[in-house]
């Protein structure tokens, strides 16, 4: 415990006294920690972009059309493959789903967004937050979620256009937002919910659509009576329902195109800055051991054993890391709230502490080679009476 405590005093004393190196090297720890915080919030934010409305799902399997190879917008179903899988033993509810692209114009800048067909209060339509689901048939009425009032000034009651290209022409279309969801992003854009007829009329069709309006799903969201079957659920409703493939939550959004991709470079631009503070940390502190070897010799002359040096020097690395950390992880915070929602930076708490964690303990494992060289330094050689 004496030597725990000689050393603390020996580490804090010396940055207390170069109070002005440690600071600049304590702005470059900050720095790397604020680079290493938003990359996993941007990770975590382009994740949620993508993935949003299908992980938050009321279902445990999505069905897709046969060799479809589980992509949303290459499947298109019959429009009685819902009523098959209905009547399939163990499925509790299931909800058809109708994916397109469409621009609201009748806000002062165009806003791009997902309009996506479903049946108001069955698997693939979100829970309200605010007024009431839109009506059946052809109802010129629409759900939107949160994404669009941030970046909009719409609420319920109003009445929004949208733009959609019929065969060759423009055709506008007005609906009224009669309720509101959670942020349910999808394909990265905010989202508009309505029903399956007024989808097909207003989606973006090609010549050859016009002549149909019988609106197809691209996918069915299956609620399970038993979540727990769900590997036994999707081998019986493809051997009961024709035509059909089915993947649980996790294996669609995996299939999502560019979601692992995309998540595979932002983790490694996480990785590799970690690496970087590592060679920073390690650096700085190797060339601050060289400087005072003069002085960890005096200190090894008169008494002070490896155990007090080394542990010293853990101290003064851990103490600076931690200030570095502190000093960014204060300033993430405090960029974050200029951020706009059109920026997907997403503060996950588990992300989050997991990269502080990374980052406190890079400070020792950079300062390692530092540490050793302390202890193995020889009195006499140091003080060149040897």
Do not use: H
Request: glycine content about 8%.
């Amino acid at each position: 415990m004496r030597n725990f405590f000689l050393a603390t005093y020996l580490a804090v004393k010396e940055v207390f006294r170069n109070k002005g190196r440690f600071f600049l090297v304590a702005l470059v720890i900050a720095l790397i920690t604020m680079l290493v915080l938003f990359i996993a919030a941007l990770g975590e934010g382009l994740s949620n972009a993508n993935r949003q409305y299908v992980a938050n799902l009321d279902a445990q399997l999505i069905v897709f059309l046969e060799k479809s190879d589980y992509l949303i917008n290459s499947s298109r179903l019959e429009t009685n493959t819902v009523k098959s899988i209905r009547r399939v033993d163990g499925v509790a509810d299931a909800g058809p789903i109708y994916i397109s692209n469409t621009e609201i114009v009748s806000l002062p800048e165009p806003l791009k967004i997902s309009m996506l067909g479903a049946e108001a209060e069955r698997p693939g339509m979100p829970p309200l937050l605010e007024g009431r689901y839109f009506r059946g048939g052809a109802a010129r009425e629409a759900v939107m979620d949160m994404s669009v009032v941030q970046r909009t000034d719409l609420k319920v009651g109003d009445e929004i256009e949208i733009r959609s290209t019929q065969g060759t022409e423009d055709e506008f279309y007005t609906l009224k937002i009669v309720g509101l969801v959670d942020e349910q992003a999808y394909s990265f854009q905010p989202t508009i919910f309505v029903p399956a007829s007024t989808w097909e009329l207003a989606r973006p069709q090609s010549a050859s659509d016009l002549n149909d309006d019988t609106p197809y799903p691209n996918i069915v969201a299956v609620k399970l009576k038993d979540p727990a079957q769900v590997e036994e659920m999707r081998l019986r409703l493809q051997n009961q329902v024709s035509n059909i493939e089915v993947a649980d939550i996790p294996t669609t959004i995996e299939n999502i195109p560019g979601y692992t991709a995309q998540q595979g470079t932002v983790q490694t631009q996480g990785v590799f800055t970690l690496l970087i503070g590592i060679l920073v940390i390690g650096g700085f502190f190797q060339i601050q051991i060289l400087q005072k070897v003069p002085q960890i010799g005096v200190l090894k002359a008169i008494g002070s054993s490896n155990s007090v040096v080394g542990l010293a020097a853990v101290i003064q690395i851990i103490v600076v890391t931690a200030l570095g950390v502190g000093i960014g992880g204060g300033l993430t915070y405090l960029f974050s709230l200029g951020f706009p929602p059109t920026i997907p930076l997403e503060f996950n708490g588990t992300r989050s502490l997991l990269a502080i964690i990374l980052l406190l303990l890079i400070g020792p494992l950079g300062g390692m080679v530092s540490i050793i060289y302390a202890v193995r330094i020889e009195p006499l050689k140091a003080l060149r009476l040897g």
